[in-house]
């Protein structure tokens, strides 16, 4: 079935260190993806989104590109803050009746001053 | 404009009960989907209304139930509670049922099961 794996975390990092984190999907068609985040004791907020191949997302310095050759859509910032301190989830998601996101397990990413 | 409201906040439970859980959608939606999220994992479809009826429904068995309201609130019924339904439980709105129109998350219900 469809699915989302992403690298496991977490991933503790400097302020101003780049960020990379890895997702792949397995599908059986051609899924909009998106990442998501989660900070502490909140739901989740759309960070990101790409619907088709070679698309680049892009929110907040994160940037992500939709590649279907190695079906991945790896998430990076080039200089981390203390405040991106949270959990992020990559998804994605068919066009059609309803509205149902499969998303990865989550990748915790600490930032330290 | 107000956003995706839930309650309780948290709620303890013991195996066998039946809880009840709220969603307010953020106005102007008519579409609402809840998902299941166990401690350390991706949140997981349970299922979607749209215009008061289910229209979309994930591996989640009969006693996992909902409600959409004429309002487009919604409730999230789980009878017969087991430990393994300890989760955080989010809702999410959106102004369409279709993959194209963006969800909006609550913060959630975080219920334990004992």
């Known amino acids: 079935g469809d699915s989302v794996t992403q690298m496991e975390g977490p991933v503790t990092l400097s302020e101003e260190a780049f960020l990379t984190i890895n997702c792949t999907y397995t599908?059986?068609?051609?899924?909009?993806l998106f990442w998501y985040v989660q900070y502490p004791g909140e739901g989740l907020q759309l960070l990101l989104k790409?619907?088709?191949?070679?698309d680049k997302g892009s929110n907040k310095g994160f940037e992500a590109t939709y590649r279907k050759e190695t079906t991945s859509f790896h998430l990076e910032k080039g200089s981390v803050q203390v405040s991106d301190s949270a959990v992020y989830f990559c998804?994605?998601?068919?066009?059609?009746?309803?509205?149902?996101?499969?998303f990865g397990a989550g990748t915790r990413l600490a930032v330290h001053p | 404009e107000t956003g995706v409201t839930q309650s309780p906040t948290h709620l303890i439970k013991t195996r066998g009960q039946q809880v009840t859980l709220r969603c307010s959608s953020q106005?102007?939606?008519?579409?609402v989907s809840w998902y299941q999220q166990a401690l350390g994992q991706g949140p997981q479809f349970i299922f979607q209304?749209?215009?008061?009826?289910?229209?979309g429904r994930g591996n989640f068995p009969p006693r996992f139930s909902g409600l959409q309201f004429p309002n487009y609130s919604s409730e999230l019924n789980v009878n017969a509670l087991e430990l393994d339904d300890s989760a955080l439980y989010l809702c999410?709105?959106?102004?369409?049922?279709?993959?194209?129109?963006?969800?909006?998350f609550g913060n959630g219900t975080r219920l334990t099961v004992t």
């Open positions: 999410a709105s959106s102004k369409d049922k279709g993959a194209d129109s963006p969800l909006h």
């Open positions: 599908a059986t068609g051609y899924p909009s």
């Open positions: 790409a619907t088709k191949a070679d």
């Open positions: 998804a994605l998601i068919f066009s059609g009746g309803y509205n149902k996101l499969i």
């Open positions: 106005s102007g939606h008519n579409t």
């Open positions: 209304y749209y215009r008061e009826e289910e229209n």
